[in-house]
Structure formats: structure tokens, C-alpha cells
């Protein structure tokens, strides 16, 4: 009887994984499509509950691989009915798969998040416009519109910074990463959130630029993670993925939304 | 293979995982399913992405509040 595997990821070689296991403890297996691989293993009862415990297990098994292959990681609970049938849907976007481990095969993926050290609005020197007190007491409504205002055009303001700021660090960046995957301001704290693609041999340069950018900004909180799994550089079928800039002339096929998200 | 900076380094190494394994990642609909706690995901029609922990734990509702 056909068992259910766990997908865990797509890599470009077709040899046996060697002494490596799934999240149950069974081996991993690497099932040959064409020149590439879809690494499986064994759906074992509990392992996809999301977990704490199971999400780290599952990232040390994908960054494991990462040592040996150029990978393209499986999103967490991805499951296949039997081996045939992931090695069809693994087929079955052949030609992209092919594609998207050219591009990350020797890179790794550097996360950084951009925070606020305090109150944005402050920090960006244009906090809630104080306006002088007129002769005519305002009634209960007029303050609620005139605060309302006021903070509103300090929340512009804030944007305004966070996008000077932002551009900043892209231009700092620039020549660094092949690919960038960017959310601005996507919380009032958060200034940017950002995964980069930088090939292995540069990844001390990157570290060295994010630390010299901490120094231009004591106001702000620069957190780098990495280097993972290109997480954030995958082939997605699906409309709503995740959008990724390949700076060097990447091909927009693999991100169907990502023409749709240029500016 | 140490994550995050700070004194913070071990929260914010987890929400990085969890923001990349749960949320990131190939994503191939129609062929395989993306699953948790053995929900199978195949009568949804395959087109499921999981976008965070707060959706993975709602898939593991009864089918009458998945659907609704």
C-alpha cells in the first residue's frame, strides 16, 4: 500500500542522502526527476503539528541538506500521496525548478528587520504638529478631528522617513545580494523587513555593510539572521506568494506576481 | 549555525524560522497538499497556503468552521 511522504525540499542532484533523517526519525530519500532531486520522507503521525519543536526540526533538516545540495526548501507541511506522486509534482514544474536552482545554487538567503528604537514619529523629527491654541474653544468634535489630523500627518511623515531611510540601505546594499525580497513599514515599528540572496562568499561583506549602516542610525534596530535556506527565493504556483526582485536579470516566470508588483 | 543578534537572538531566531518554514518556501498547488496535524487538505480544492501559525492552528477546526 502507497504511504504519504513529507516533501521537504527540491535540490539539484540526484544522489542518495546519506546518514541524514526526516522529522519521525526515518531516512530521507532523494528521488531522482531528470537532473534534480525531491527529497521525501516518511509522514509519521504528529510530525506536521506546528510546533514549536517540529517547525525547528524541520528547518535543521532542510539547512542539513543545504550543506551538500543547492536547495529550494518545501513550505512546512507539504505532503505528497506516495513518492510517485511528489515526484510528479515535482515534474511537473521541471523547467522552473531547474531555473530557481541555478539561481540560488551557492547563495544563502540573510534576513533583516529594521526597527524603530522608539516612538517613529518622534525619531523622524516631525511629531504630531502642534497647533496653537485659537481664541474659539473647539467642542468635543472639532478635537477629535484636529487630533485625528495631527496624527495622521505625523504617520505620513513617519512613511516618508522610513522610505528615505529605506532607500538608503538599498542603495548601501546595491551591489550585494542577486535578489531582495522587501516589506516597508509593514507595522508602525517595523521600518522594513527584508530577505536578501547573497552569494556564500559575500555574506562578511553584507555583515559588514548592515554594521556600518547601524552606526549612521542609532535610532534604529538592525537585526540580521542568516544565513538560511533560500526561503524567501522559491518557485510558488500559488497567486498569492511571496514576490521576489531577482536583480540580475532573473526570470519574472517564476514569480507570476512579481511584474504585477514592480513599481 | 547560529541565528539573530542581541539579546533577543533566540525570539527573534524563532519567528524568522516561523516566518520562512510556515509562510515561505515552494509552494506547487494542485499536485501535493500542503498539510498539518494530519488534516488532509485535498477537498479544499489543493490551493491552501499557509500564510502563519494563527491559519495552521484554524485548519485544525472541525470541516464546518474550515469551510466557513
Same mark, same amino acid.
Given at each position: ?188 515599528? +517595523? ?23 547601524? &552606526? ?6 538592525? +537585526?540580521?539572521? &542568516? ?11 500559488? &497567486? ?9 536579470? &532573473? ?6 506576481? +512579481? ?5 | ?68
Amino acid at each position: 500500500m502507497a504511504e504519504s511522504c513529507c516533501l521537504y525540499a527540491v535540490v539539484d542532484s540526484t544522489l542518495p542522502i546519506v546518514g541524514r533523517q526526516g522529522l519521525g526519525g526515518g531516512p530521507l530519500r532523494n528521488l531522482a526527476v531528470g537532473e534534480i532531486g525531491a527529497v521525501v520522507g516518511a509522514l509519521t503521525p504528529g510530525v506536521l503539528e506546528p510546533t514549536r519543536e517540529n517547525v525547528l526540526r524541520y528547518e535543521n533538516v532542510v539547512e542539513g541538506l543545504l550543506l551538500d545540495f543547492a536547495v529550494l526548501p518545501a513550505r512546512f507541511g507539504t505532503v505528497a500521496a506516495d513518492e510517485e506522486a511528489a515526484r510528479a509534482a515535482v515534474a511537473a514544474h521541471y523547467q522552473q525548478f531547474v531555473a530557481n536552482l541555478r539561481q540560488v545554487k551557492g547563495r544563502v538567503e540573510l534576513g533583516l528587520k529594521v526597527l524603530w528604537r522608539g516612538d517613529p514619529t518622534d525619531s523622524c523629527g516631525q511629531g504630531p504638529a502642534r497647533v496653537a491654541p485659537g481664541r474659539v474653544q473647539l467642542g468635543p468634535g472639532a478635537q477629535y478631528m484636529r487630533q485625528r489630523m495631527q496624527e495622521s500627518h505625523a504617520a505620513q511623515a513617519a512613511r516618508q522617513h522610513a522610505e528615505r531611510i529605506v532607500a538608503e540601505i538599498d542603495r548601501s546594499l546595491a551591489s550585494l545580494p542577486t535578489a531582495r525580497w522587501t516589506q516597508v513599514a509593514p507595522t508602525t515599528r +517595523l521600518l522594513l523587513s527584508a530577505a536578501y540572496l547573497v552569494d556564500g562568499g559575500r555574506v562578511r561583506e553584507f555583515r559588514a555593510t548592515v554594521t556600518a549602516m547601524k &552606526g549612521r542610525h542609532p535610532a534604529l534596530s538592525f +537585526l540580521l539572521s &542568516g544565513p538560511w535556506p533560500p526561503h524567501h527565493f522559491c518557485y510558488a504556483t500559488e &497567486g498569492d506568494a511571496h514576490v521576489t526582485d531577482f536583480l540580475a536579470g &532573473g526570470d519574472s516566470s517564476l514569480h507570476p506576481r +512579481l511584474d504585477a508588483a514592480r513599481r | 549555525m547560529a541565528k539573530g543578534e542581541g539579546t533577543l537572538a533566540e525570539d527573534v531566531t524563532l519567528l524568522e524560522i516561523l516566518d520562512r518554514v510556515i509562510d515561505k518556501g515552494v509552494v506547487i498547488g494542485g499536485e501535493v497538499t500542503i498539510s498539518v496535524a494530519d488534516v488532509d487538505l485535498l477537498f479544499l480544492g489543493l490551493k491552501l497556503i499557509l500564510t502563519s501559525v494563527e491559519r495552521a492552528e484554524r485548519l485544525r477546526l472541525g470541516p464546518e468552521e474550515r469551510l466557513g
